[in-house]
């Protein structure tokens, strides 16, 4: 089992930037970040795979948000800016051992963080 944990999370106001950290207890073949706002199903922004270095985006976040890695300390990160109000959730980080061509189902990962929340104000 990989455990996640993740951090990052805060109040930032609309066009600033923030980025998150998902620190990993081992290697991992596919990571994933997904958010959800209260009352809504969790949806997928980003996801990475180590294998291909592979990254791909939603249509939501692509162009303000990058998914990176440091390996040496088994750490994920996704750098968000343009921040909108729309982006305010709860953030997490997800693993997986597949790499499916389908984007961001949950059921596809084995872990999950306890997640970090993210506001943003206008």
């Known amino acids: 089992q990989v455990q996640l944990v993740e951090s990052g999370g805060g109040s930032v106001r609309s066009g600033g930037s923030l980025r998150l950290s998902c620190v990993a207890s081992?290697?991992?073949?596919?990571i994933a970040w997904f958010r959800q706002v209260p009352g809504k199903e969790r949806e997928g922004g980003a996801r990475i795979s180590r294998s291909v270095n592979t990254k791909e985006y939603a249509d939501s976040v692509k162009g303000r948000f990058t998914i990176a890695r440091d390996n040496a300390k088994n750490t994920m990160y996704l750098q968000r800016s343009s921040l909108r109000r729309e982006d305010t959730a709860m953030y997490y980080c997800?693993?997986?051992?597949?790499?499916?061509?389908?984007?961001?189902?949950?059921?596809?990962?084995?872990?999950w963080g306890k997640g970090t929340q993210v506001s943003v104000t206008s």
């Open positions: 081992g290697d991992t073949y596919h």
């Open positions: 997800a693993a997986g051992t597949v790499w499916p061509e389908e984007l961001f189902r949950a059921s596809d990962f084995d872990d």
